[in-house]
């Protein structure tokens, strides 16, 4: 897993000395909130999640101006099929809702779907999560299923490719 630079985005792979940081954020009720799993994340839980993280398992640090503001990852991947579940959160309230987080985002797909040669993304997201549904749909996604809780998406990179490819020329041309 290597550095991702793009879009005045740096994506850096998550190290053993980001996990507090990440656990500030992810225990935080701006976050907490607009997860599946919302229970308290102990410094012991932490620890025992990073080391369990393996090759299938790709996070990463947002950092914007060298300010880490949240976390971004692809996660469960298949090697075979070349699919993996994406998700993202931004922890610095500052943060929340600047454009800036929907760079990182494009940063990451197009990583994975011109570099690595996804063939698809899925994501979850919680029925009560209106922006994040929103902002998936916009790229592309699709939702190819639905719970109690959650809608459950996915889009291919023709999909993203398709519908992302003037806002992405845009950044391209600032970059």
Same mark, same amino acid.
């Given at each position: 897993?290597?550095?991702? /630079? ?69 996660? /469960? ?14 922890? /610095? ?16 797909? /197009? @990583? @994975? ?27 592309? @996604? ?34």
């Amino acid at each position: 897993m290597r550095a991702i /630079d793009t879009y005045h985005i740096h994506l850096k792979p998550l190290e053993k000395s980001d996990i507090e940081l990440v656990r500030t954020w992810r225990n935080s009720e701006h976050v907490r909130s607009n997860m599946c799993y919302r229970k308290t994340i102990s410094v012991s839980d932490q620890k025992a999640w990073f080391e369990r993280l393996d090759a299938n398992q790709h996070y990463y640090l947002i950092i914007t101006e060298n300010i880490p503001i949240g976390l971004i990852n692809v996660k /469960d991947i298949d090697s075979t099929a070349m699919v993996g579940e994406a998700g993202v959160f931004i922890g /610095d309230l500052k943060y929340k809702d600047n454009p800036i987080v929907v760079n990182a985002i494009l940063a990451l797909m /197009d @990583y @994975y779907f011109e570099k690595l040669h996804f063939t698809a993304l899925t994501a979850k997201v919680l029925k009560e999560n209106d922006t994040a549904l929103f902002m998936n749909l916009e790229l592309g @996604y699709q939702i190819i299923n639905t719970d109690a809780t959650c809608y459950y998406l996915q889009i291919t990179p023709e999909d993203y490719f398709n519908k992302t490819a003037n806002f992405r020329a845009l950044l391209a041309r600032s970059s």
